[in-house]
């Protein structure tokens, strides 16, 4: 059985006004279904793992949501960060927790905020990559690049074939000319976040690499299931090295040839902005994507439009005429209307409204 | 002393959804201060009449809003038609008042829905207009126009010069190739609906054209100001022909030799759609224009766009990034967003939800 560890955190900016500091994206209804980003993400891992063996790291203000929109995982599963303290600190904790209750079980971690539409290839290589884990090896899923992507970090493989392959190095991410060249290669692939491995392998290269973080995560994870769990966190987590999992432990484990990869071409998204999420998602004949939600009562009618992205959450009717590949974002409190191919400016605006103070709208 | 006439009338379907059946687009503040068109239209006319000497003829169901905007206007002023009977009945109605407190008044029509920039100018066309109508001619102000628009009647002139012209016919909206005729040829001017005549030349002319409509409004008129007022409406108003005061007397009129033409040019608008209204408003340095309403809270945050013609009257933030040439109105319940250049078919929106019956939203 696999430990599933689904780190929730990130507030979506480039998802505003729909994504809000309160209600990051995780928590909403973007795939095309009714359920959540995180139900999704937990969802898609199936027969892979169970309610007893999920476990959320999220902050302290979203752990009612969380714990609501996932009512059969067990409370204990939902670890709270009280502050945010990066990857490393939250993916290090989960693995510090399970090894309290089974020091050799693998886990993977899978962030909350993806979509996957091919749910089958996604388990194909999750199982591809515990046999990797089971060897020993910290495995990563990669994703085949489908274009030179310039806003995401790459693994550079050893070879640019076999279902299973050696990561010799994390790469930055690249500029235009770099990613043209990466995705020519084939030797690389785009780093997505997702981790399995044994959690006494990780651990072990934890306390080689960071060995205070190692330390103080082991100490919290000690006290997890008796009296003591709010004290130890208190005491310890407010200290813990800020670094991202990537710097702290794979980069440094790739470079001992202990890190390995699954490619995998099952429909990734991250959700980035508004545009890309209208790539995956299906739409109507005219290529219109209505996410609408669960409890949604307001009408959409496009004329004469194409390519269009609604987002409906205020209950409204909301018109269009003549539209092309634009992106409408109807909240209770604020509408944002923009051309697809501009929707990663998104972040310009909640720059601009926080640098006004206006913290109502975040 | 000048008796103006506001006929207040016409649901602005193609302002939808500001403009709605029951609050249409005269009651609107759409001039680009905290005015509404009805407002406007009775402020521009300034010295040239006073509270005593303008008459409203305006829809059962918009009276109470007409004389909560205009409250210096003494109740009895406030024409009210039980049903719609066209504009031949609703500026004859106002005559045939006026003709029972002084016979040989002059009065002036002024829509209530229209938009004027330069008042100084249009005041001078008044004035221009009651010289002719003292010397007995049914005067309109015909406007010069700048476009080959298919989208108004003509007036044809006998002449293509002079500050009073004579109207030789009225002429229906013509088809492309015409309207750029008429635009070459400078005999022809845009039918405003704005006339002004002494109420006992047209009264003949309407008891020489339309003889049961003249003594149907002549009854009601002579009870207008005692106990049998709404008795008389009741009992004639239902009866009376339906028909335009072009059709019913102006065309008759014009081939008599009867009708006289100021040609205006004062930045005339009819505020048929949100395009144009744009085009008439002063904007920001990118020509975006804001319409906002005097208690309006929402903010408005329009990121390199151009030329967006923002209505908001939600309360929410509307934001807005790389826009170009579009329309954003945002209501209480209902949203548009289209491009400038496709304004006009909101029309086939309003049709949509009429056929489905949602009236609620009309």
Not at 38 to 58: E, F, N
Not at 75 to 97: H, Q, T
Request: hydrophobic fraction near 45%; glycine fraction near 10%.
């Amino acid at each position: 059985m696999l430990y599933a560890v689904i780190p929730a955190g990130g507030a979506g900016t480039r998802l505003w006004p729909l994504s809000r500091a309160s209600h990051p994206k995780f928590l909403h209804a973007l795939t095309g279904t009714s359920a959540s980003l995180i139900q999704a993400t937990v969802g898609r891992l199936g027969g892979l793992t169970s309610p007893d063996t999920t476990m959320v790291v999220t902050g302290a203000s979203h752990a009612a949501d969380v714990a609501r929109q996932l009512p059969d995982l067990p409370a204990e599963n939902v670890l709270v960060e009280p502050l945010p303290r990066d990857s490393c600190a939250a993916i290090g904790l989960a693995a510090a927790v399970i090894a309290e209750r089974e020091p050799e079980a693998v886990m993977g971690a899978f962030p909350a905020d993806h979509l996957i539409t091919d749910v089958q290839a996604f388990q194909a290589c999750v199982l591809a990559g515990v046999s990797g884990a089971l060897a020993g090896k910290l495995m990563t899923i990669g994703i085949t690049p489908t274009r030179p992507e310039t806003g995401y970090g790459y693994l550079r493989c050893t070879s640019d074939e076999g279902q299973v392959r050696e990561v010799a190095e994390f790469v930055e991410k690249p500029d235009k000319e770099r990613a043209a060249a990466y995705l020519q290669s084939g030797e690389y692939l785009w780093n997505a976040g997702m981790f399995i491995w044994r959690v006494d392998a990780f651990l072990a290269e934890l306390a080689r690499q960071q060995p205070e973080l190692h330390d103080g995560l082991r100490r919290i994870a000690a006290a997890w299931h008796g009296p003591r769990r709010d004290d130890r966190m208190a005491e310890i987590w407010p200290d813990l090295k800020k670094i991202s999992i990537d710097y702290a432990v794979m980069e440094g484990a790739a470079a001992q040839g202990l890190v390995g990869t699954v490619p995998g071409e099952f429909g990734w998204n991250d959700v980035g902005d508004f545009h890309t999420l209208g790539d995956i998602l299906p739409g109507d004949e005219q290529g219109n994507v209505v996410l609408a939600a669960d409890d949604a009562k307001g009408e959409v009618v496009l004329r004469d439009s194409e390519g269009v992205i609604v987002v409906p959450r205020s209950g409204r009717l909301i018109a269009a005429v003549g539209l092309r590949d634009a992106v409408i974002v109807d909240t209770e409190d604020a509408l944002l209307v923009c051309p697809r191919d501009r929707a990663q400016e998104v972040k310009a605006i909640v720059d601009g409204l926080k640098e006004r103070g206006a913290t109502d709208l975040l």
